[in-house]
């Protein structure tokens, strides 16, 4: 298992997590104490055009949308729901982020609990 480890952490993967063969491999973020492991086959980055958000006082949902076609029909491709106190902690996160140099973006990885 280490070797595996190893030989994924030497490869050079594209921004999506893959390696120069093309195959999907598993990316282990730390962000402060939590560790975090994403397998890139069961987690596919999803592209979203546009993205609708409803809440009420109890929490916000986020509908992440894919343009269908060239009329203006849309779908959704991924919905998150959270706590409003979450969504706020989000968007301080966020927030963050955008601020940063635009070369940096990528390379930060953060956990909002």
């Not at 009420?56 to 729901?81: A, L, T, W, Y």
């Not at 706020?88 to 963050?96: E, P, V, W």
């Not at 982020?97 to 990528?106: D, V």
Request: hydrophobic fraction near 30%; charged fraction near 25%; charge should be neutral.
């Amino acid at each position: 298992m280490e070797d595996k480890q190893k030989q994924e952490q030497a490869s050079p993967q594209s921004a999506d997590g893959r390696n120069a063969g093309g195959q999907a491999t598993e990316q282990h973020l730390s962000a402060g104490e939590a560790g975090v492991s994403i397998n890139l086959d069961k987690t596919p980055t999803l592209y979203t055009d546009s993205v609708m958000i409803t809440g009420n006082e109890d929490g916000v949902i986020f509908d992440f949308c894919q343009r269908v076609g060239p009329g203006p029909q849309m779908r959704v491709v991924s919905r998150i729901g959270m706590s409003r106190e979450h969504a706020r902690k989000l968007l301080m996160a966020f927030t963050g982020q955008m601020e940063r140099e635009p070369g940096k973006t990528q390379s930060t990885a953060r956990t909002v609990n």
